[in-house]
């Protein structure tokens, strides 16, 4: 019996030897080093260009809703009323979001090298 006692109290011991100090918990910070200067400039200089696009896109897309609006939202009225301006403001939109996706790090949509659906420029 005096065996197996001393077998059980070494290895509670053993198990108590074990444990850590949980109240002394800490958490990794970043060197005080870490410059992330460059980082901050990168977003927002592209937060400021696609602000900027989408701003332009949706000033065409409420331009091209008025003019749709005056012609009841009849395509073909809306097109013999306002082919220029309808033009421009498709160039207008189509040249913006262009602009955001190249200077996006999206991958290529397959519609960007198609030609026909393509506004002419």
Known sequence: MRPLLLALVAATMTLAACGGD??????????????LSAIKTYLLDHTQRLSRDVATMKDGAQQYHDLAEQSSFDTRKLLADHRPE????LRT???S????????DLPDPAWRTSSAARPSA
């Open 22 to 35: 949980d109240s002394a918990k800490t958490t990794p910070t970043p060197a005080a080093s870490t410059d």
């Open 86 to 89: 309808v033009a421009r403001l």
């Open 97 to 104: 979001l262009k602009a955001g996706l190249e200077t996006s």
């Open 93 to 95: 939109s189509y040249r």
